[in-house]
């Protein structure tokens, strides 16, 4: 959890240490070189599939919204259409000065 913290801060958050990784989680548990390098190595992949799905998170809502407009663009047509074809009615009924009995 250390490792991860720190390599999510180091990419995410632009924290700078004073220290590189190994040394930090050397020196905080006290254990020898191998157990810090495997923490760190699991953690460094761990935020480059975060970064991963997180950019294919991105283009899937691109496509989302670009669905969306289009959809919203078609419904926009269909009103405009039928507000037109309102106004013909309400007109035409107006110049021939029908009434709802005739309807």
Not at 55 to 61: F, G, L, P, S, T
């Amino acid at each position: 959890h250390k490792a991860f913290k720190i390599c999510f801060d180091r990419a995410y958050k632009d924290v700078t240490y004073s220290e590189t990784d190994q040394r930090m989680i050397k020196s905080f548990y006290g254990t020898n070189d191998y157990f810090p390098l495997s923490a760190i190595y699991e953690a460094k992949a761990l935020v480059k599939s975060l970064k991963c799905l997180e950019k294919e998170n991105q283009d899937m809502i691109k496509t989302r919204l670009k669905k969306i407009n289009k959809k919203i663009k078609k419904n926009e047509k269909q009103l405009k259409k039928a507000l037109k074809e309102k106004e013909k009615l309400i007109n035409r009924s107006k110049k021939k000065k029908y009434t709802e009995e005739d309807y």
